[in-house]
């Protein structure tokens, strides 16, 4: 899709495909069962694995909360990290995801979770079962 403004002229950006393909992962502090996790080292993994692949993440703390259907409906809230990379769409295709899913599903299993989050361009993706 074509630009509609000089935009990238004016502030002298680097030029090339448009990085407006967002991937989203929400990094857990605790396991399924309210254990604390090493909330730094999933974090830094996370960003390596999605700078690797993508070219560059970012950071955001912040409390979150998610419904455990499994276990009665039982309401966890805990402190989160989203890790977020802004990339080109040429970025997403069979090796990054398959690398990324790969990821996913260690921190699924290590961390012990119910729930893994992933937003791919607008679409939210719950991974559940971490057999990659």
Known sequence: MPRKTNTPIWLGAVPGERRDFIVTLFVPSL??????????????????VMTKLFGGATVVEGDGAWRDDERGGAIKVERISTVQSFTAKSSWNKETV????????RMGRE???????????????????FSK
């Open 31 to 48: 396991t399924r069962d309210g254990n604390p996790l090493d909330h730094d080292a999933w974090r830094t993994q996370a960003l390596e």
């Open 98 to 105: 398959r690398e990324l899913a790969t990821f996913l599903h």
């Open 111 to 129: 961390a012990n979770q119910g729930e893994i989050g992933l937003i791919v361009d607008g679409e939210y993706f719950p991974i559940r079962e």
